[in-house]
């Protein structure tokens, strides 16, 4: 059964820090991963997929990396603004079950 | 570009009533997902639709909950009778594929069941 955990639970961090945030999964068959925000009241807004063949994406001040054997991700903020404050969430999407399956995010706080 | 769109936003009713939440997906898209947010299970995908029709409802809880998609503009959940523990938020999302393109979410509807 894929399991995906993110490491820590919740991150502050004062504003103009880079930051990385960790994505681990258990099952190395999938078909892609993605990086989604959510911010409080709001539903999920994409913001990178890394197909299983590709190793990172890159987007603005984002990058999402992927370790398919190792079964990592990581997604790196540089220079860190209040604005960035939300809850990020990783997803697999299973080439066993078809499905997206979601770690329980990381919430962070961007203080100014 | 209207994004997905739910209704209600919030939804507060009393155990044993029936609740119908709404979706219309963004224009051109074929897969339709419909996702429940718990503090304690996180995301779990409920039930997704191809082209209106259900492909998997292995996430439905209950045989209380239903989804219907009558046309490519329209979908809806129904929960009856519903329960307490079925409060949760309830996100509608829609993608060109299953995979390979990112799904976008609406902002889901906040259901609370005394």
């Known amino acids: 059964k894929q399991e995906v955990t993110q490491i820590p639970a919740a991150l502050s961090v004062p504003e103009g820090e880079n930051l990385v945030l960790n994505c681990s999964f258990t099952d190395s068959a999938i078909y892609n991963l993605q990086w989604f925000r959510q911010d409080p009241g709001k539903g999920l807004t994409s913001l990178l997929l890394?197909?299983?063949?590709?190793r990172e994406q890159t987007s603005g001040r984002l990058n999402a990396s992927l370790d398919k054997s190792s079964g990592r991700s990581t997604l790196y903020i540089a220079a860190s603004q209040p604005g960035d404050s939300a809850t990020y969430l990783c997803?697999?999407?299973?080439?066993?079950?078809?499905?997206?399956?979601f770690g329980q995010g990381t919430t962070l706080q961007v203080k100014p | 570009d209207a994004g997905v769109i739910q209704s209600p936003r919030h939804e507060v009713t009393e155990m044993g009533q029936e609740v119908t939440l709404r979706c219309k997906p963004i224009?051109?898209?074929?897969?339709l997902f419909w996702y429940r947010q718990t503090m304690m299970r996180g995301l779990e995908l409920l039930i997704y639709?191809?082209?209106?029709?259900?492909?998997?409802d292995s996430g439905m809880p209950e045989d209380r909950f239903s989804a219907k998609m009558p046309n490519a503009s329209f979908s809806t959940l129904k929960i009856q009778p519903s329960e307490p523990r079925d409060s949760a938020v309830y996100f509608c999302a829609s993608s060109y594929s299953r995979s390979w393109q990112p799904q976008h979410f609406g902002d889901g509807t906040r259901l609370s069941i005394l």
């Open positions: 639709f191809n082209n209106n029709v259900p492909i998997d």
């Open positions: 997803a697999v999407f299973s080439g066993n079950t078809g499905k997206l399956i």
């Open positions: 224009s051109g898209h074929d897969y």
């Open positions: 890394i197909q299983s063949s590709q």
